[in-house]
């Protein structure tokens, strides 16, 4: 019963990407719409600065920021009352 199910869910997928490919005309993008004035591409250095160093950056300033300004003390974990006795027996 179960490959039945699989079987139909994956014609039904195909089927919908399919019609969705077959739906959208990517001819229509190279038509201009009124007022359509495109710039100059990106070149790749530019595109990775865009979009893989900013991010980055941003990502290292806040952490900074966040570690810098945390105000809150470290905490250290007292040793409990059974091992401050375990310390005095061997002793």
């Known amino acids: 019963m179960d490959k039945k199910n699989a079987l139909r869910a994956g014609a039904l997928a195909a089927g919908t990407t399919l019609m969705m490919l077959l739906m959208s005309s990517p001819a229509l993008a190279l ?27 941003l990502f290292v300033v806040i952490t900074g ?12 974990i007292a040793p409990s009352s059974k091992a401050k006795s375990e310390a005095r027996a061997k002793a």
């Open 65 to 76: 920021l966040v570690m810098a300004l945390d105000k809150s003390k470290i905490r250290v």
């Open 31 to 57: 038509t201009r719409d009124d007022g359509d004035d495109p710039g100059h591409g990106l070149s790749v250095i530019q595109t990775l600065g865009l979009y893989v160093l900013i991010p980055l950056a």
